[in-house]
């Protein structure tokens, strides 16, 4: 008999002690959460899905009265987030190039003007000679004034060689060259740098689809500047309808930016970041880490 009514009386305690969390609590919550996220250049597409996951994540849960509710819902956010920055598949770079039997590796670059795919494959260049794996470049921007004498200059400092033709040549046929060059010397990668902007008779999509369609690249990274804030999601979305984008590399991650183009763009596109660019230096290419990215975007 008492045993009973200490268990109803328990009962009773517990629902007492419950609140429900109610639309209002979290309209509030991420009110503020909302403007960290724009500020962080998160997209508004990224934010407004975040926020329905919330939502239907936490209205009409119940929780113990005394509950901070606004740290739940930031518990929530930061939790939703982490899981878009999780990509859904792994790249080990070094590993595939090794798993893979014949020689060379064929990595593409593409992305617009001033994004860092020069800067990106000298510091990849670097990385993978690091790991022990022998390394060309392939100079197949052949349209802006200098970028072959820059892609040289990186070469030279990093300690790898370049293929180039002429300017205006075809940068199909550069990158062929350089194929073909791996394989008589049993090099184990062919970096291809592209050019990244559109002129009148000239359409950069072309272009790559033709660079993508005679080199069969193994992968097909789309260099991505992440101060360009949301341009970048749709940079992206044009170079994955055109040549379909394996992977990324964000870059200037050391500059201003938050981060909050790495959440637009792994929500956008399906590819996983890479890796980051944090720097000028050779030396400062970083592995994609999610935690290290969630840090930066929440600041
Ligand atoms: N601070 C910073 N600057 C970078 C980074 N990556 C590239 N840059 C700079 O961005 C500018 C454009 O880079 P570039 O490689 O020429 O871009 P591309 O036009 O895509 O080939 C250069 O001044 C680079 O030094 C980075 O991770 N951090
Ligand atoms: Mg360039």
Do not use: C
């Not at 790559?208 to 940079?235: C, H, S, W, Y």
Request: proline share 2%; hydrophobic share 45%; glycine share 8%.
């Amino acid at each position: 008999m008492f045993g009973k009514l200490k268990e109803k009386l328990g009962s009773f305690v517990d629902k007492v002690a419950q609140t429900e969390i109610s639309e209002k609590d979290v309209n509030r919550a991420l009110e503020d959460l909302e403007w960290d996220l724009l500020e962080a250049d998160v997209s508004l597409e990224v934010v407004d899905e975040l926020r329905e996951r919330i939502k239907k994540e936490l209205i009409g849960q119940k929780v113990k009265v005394g509950t901070n509710k606004k740290e739940l819902v930031e518990k929530a956010v930061e939790r939703a987030v982490l899981d878009v920055l999780t990509p859904q598949r792994r790249i080990n770079l070094v590993e595939e190039i090794r798993a893979k039997r014949e020689k060379p590796y064929v990595i593409a670059f593409v992305g617009f003007n001033g994004g860092g795919k020069t800067t990106t494959i000298a510091k990849l260049a670097n990385y993978l000679k690091r790991h022990g794996l022998s390394v060309v470049i392939a100079a197949s921007d052949t349209f802006r004034a200098g970028a072959i004498e820059q892609i040289e200059e990186h070469a030279r400092r990093v300690g790898v060689k370049v293929i180039k033709h002429q300017y205006r040549s075809d940068p199909a046929a550069v990158a062929y060259d350089a194929i073909e060059h791996a394989k008589a010397r049993e090099i184990d990668v062919v970096l291809i740098d592209t050019a990244g902007r559109n002129e009148l008779n000239r359409n950069l999509m072309d272009e790559m689809r033709k660079i993508a369609r005679i080199t069969k690249p193994d992968l097909v990274i789309f260099v991505g500047d992440a101060l360009a804030g949301n341009a970048i999601i749709e940079q992206a979305r044009q170079f994955n309808e055109a040549v379909r984008v394996d992977g990324v590399i964000l870059t200037k991650l050391d500059a201003d930016a938050r981060g909050g183009a790495a959440l637009s763009i792994s929500h956008a596109i399906g590819a996983p970041i890479l890796f980051v660019g944090v720097g000028q230096g050779y030396d400062d290419l970083k592995e994609y880490d999610e935690k290290w990215m969630l840090e930066k975007i929440f600041g």
